[in-house]
């Protein structure tokens, strides 16, 4: 990373609550300020990882920059995990077309900026339960904000 102006990696809320993911950003925010590079990370998050979405985007960055995904290298990418048995996400993942990174940019006077935006994508993930009730298993948009359904 020494010469980079740019680094891209995970978020730090772990995009689907990959623990990590997560440490993984964290590493590279620490190393941020010694080599002097911007750091950039995806706009994932999910259901697993949501609270920690909400926690850290009071003091996040609204900054961000969109950009067409390049979707043969993504799928090289993708078969040289799968290969490798390392690949963390879903077989039939589709790219999407354009993909966000937001800057990551901590406020440093410790007032909240409220109303600000950033393009964030919700990706819902199977959560393993002990019940046999199946609704347990199947996370959805209600749970995400404690809405009770009747």
């Excluded at 440490?23 to 706009?43: C, H, I, K, M, P």
């Excluded at 990706?123 to 209600?142: A, G």
Aim: proline share 2%; charged share 20%; net charge neutral.
């Amino acid at each position: 990373m020494i010469g980079c102006l740019n680094v891209v990696t995970h978020n730090p809320w772990g995009e689907y609550g990959n623990e990590e993911h997560i440490q993984v950003y964290r590493a590279v925010r620490d190393l941020q300020e010694e080599l002097g590079f911007t750091l950039w990370f995806s706009n994932y998050f999910s259901n697993k990882s949501y609270e920690l979405m909400l926690n850290y985007s009071i003091n996040a960055n609204s900054e961000y920059v969109t950009l067409k995904t390049n979707k043969i290298f993504s799928n090289n990418i993708k078969r040289l995990y799968q290969k490798n048995g390392c690949w963390t996400w879903y077989d039939d993942w589709v790219w999407f077309d354009q993909e966000s990174f937001i800057k990551d940019k901590q406020l440093d006077n410790g007032n909240y900026k409220y109303g600000h935006m950033f393009p964030l994508n919700l990706i819902n993930v199977k959560i393993h339960s002990t019940s046999d009730n199946e609704c347990d298993m199947k996370p959805n948009i209600f749970s995400l904000f404690s809405i009770r359904r009747k």
